[in-house]
């Protein structure tokens, strides 16, 4: 580094690592666009960089241990390089972090738009760069932008931070902070901003986005934002990212259903079926009103694709509990589920209870319930067979076969002689193979 630093570039390259959620990619987006207008150069992952910022995840201890390797690997791919390490691990381990990786600069889940400023700084001069800073009651949501993402057809729009839930398995709150809603405006001006650069499709996003307006005191403030975004000149589909069960009102849904440009897929964290283990995990619904706030959805969009996650071998989960899940599963019919072993996470309030699952249990209960969600998923896909759909093409697989989604979440593969990208197009559905609709 005393090379680098005596040697100033006039350009610096720089790479991204982003682990995690949605809301890390966006914020990875986010600050390579405020870098590149500082003067840096973004370079594709992987290069070898003067400047590696690796954004971190602190959801389960293995995603921690990768966030590790990858600060590890920077300084061994260059080993002059400044290595920066910002977000959720930072936040939650910052200190030991810096004690027992190669780390220059360290920046928590805040000041991420200081990242320009700490890299200068740290060029000039070696000393190490920390920007760490504990959350304090109520906080101001950090404005970082973007007006265009290195995917050319879905823009991934954070709304919100933080959350209020402490769901007793999860560290986020601790890391993230109480909800900060982004302002209504801002949101807008961003999305009419992605729409000009050519996007359709835009997914709105956050840590706990069914909180969205709650720090202002304004209950329907999440559909007010949908149908003003439904207003968006070149905005041509609307989708939202994990929603809580209890944000589906029958006023949310009539209003949500009735706007031409909102996806019908919903994708409503369950977690378990069985009321016991919901209660023990701090979630803030049963299993009852789960079901009735689906068939609400079904009511106003009947083909809506309703996705979830579950988590198996909850500390305490008895094999009735685990069946409770399973017929559950069997009643609602997921289009798709995400199912998660249970993981100890240190610092949360489940990492503390008794009986912990064996993990030979966990692992049945994994492989019993992906089978299942398996066959659901091809029943619902079969609905569609024969039927003509429009579809959002995204990219090219292989010469002259395209992939794209449905509206309401389904993957689809065209064949097609001309180029389709970032197109809407109707769709034939012909047959159902290795997950997903063959269409023409
Ligand atoms: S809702 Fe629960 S699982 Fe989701 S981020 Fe908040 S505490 Fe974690």
Redesign the pocket.
């Known amino acids: 580094m005393n090379k680098q630093a005596s040697n100033i570039k006039e350009k610096y390259t720089v790479s991204f690592t982003t682990l995690g959620c949605k809301v890390n990619q966006f914020e990875s987006e986010a600050m390579t666009e405020l870098l590149e207008q500082e003067g840096f150069v973004v370079v594709p992952h992987g290069e070898i960089s003067d400047i590696y910022i690796i954004n971190t995840c602190a959801v389960t201890k293995e995603s921690e241990r990768k966030s590790r390797q990858f600060i590890n690997k920077a300084k061994r791919m260059n080993p002059e390089a400044v290595v920066v390490a910002v977000g959720c691990s930072v936040q939650l381990n910052g200190e030991n972090l810096s004690k027992e990786t190669d780390v220059d600069i360290i920046i928590g889940t805040k000041h991420k738009s200081n990242i320009g400023k700490l890299i200068k700084e740290r060029l000039k001069d070696i000393k190490f760069e920390s920007q760490v800073e504990e959350f304090c009651g109520r906080e101001d949501f950090e404005e970082l932008k973007i007006s265009t993402v290195h995917d050319k057809t879905r823009a991934n729009i954070k709304i919100q931070d933080g ?1 209020s ?3 007793s ?2 560290i ?2 601790y890391v993230r902070g109480p909800i900060r809603s982004r302002s209504h405006d801002y949101i807008l001006d961003e999305i009419s901003k992605v729409a000009s650069n050519g996007y359709k499709e835009i997914v709105l996003n956050g ?2 986005i069914s909180s969205y307006g709650k720090d202002f005191h304004q209950q329907d403030a999440l559909i007010k934002l949908i149908e003003d975004i439904n207003e968006i000149k070149g905005i041509e589909r609307i989708r939202l990212g994990s929603l ?1 069960p209890k944000l589906i009102t029958e006023d949310f849904v009539k209003r949500y259903s009735s706007l031409d440009k909102t996806c019908d897929h919903f994708h409503l ?1 369950l977690q378990s079926g069985s009321e016991s283990v919901l209660k023990r995990m701090n979630r803030k619904y049963t299993a009852d009103e789960y079901k009735n706030n689906v068939d609400l959805i079904r009511k106003y969009l009947p083909d809506a694709g309703i996705t979830t996650d579950i988590i198996v071998g909850f500390p305490g989960e008895t094999d009735d509990e685990f069946n409770e899940t399973i017929e559950f599963v069997k009643a609602i019919k997921f289009s798709r589920i995400h199912v998660f072993k249970y993981s100890v996470r240190e610092g949360t309030k489940a990492a503390e209870m008794k009986n912990q699952v064996d993990e030979a249990i966990k692992s049945q209960r994994s492989r019993t319930l992906i089978d299942l969600a398996d066959s659901f998923s091809r029943d619902f896909m079969k609905k569609f067979e024969g039927k003509t759909i429009p579809v959002l093409v995204e990219t090219e697989k292989k010469e002259n076969i395209f992939e794209g989604y449905t509206t309401n979440y389904l993957k689809v593969l065209l064949k097609s002689d001309i180029n389709i990208k970032n197109k809407i197009v109707n769709a034939r559905i012909k047959c159902v193979k290795n997950d997903y609709l063959w269409g023409e």
């Open positions: 959350c839930q402490f769901c398995y999860c986020i709150p840590i706990h809580e964290s």
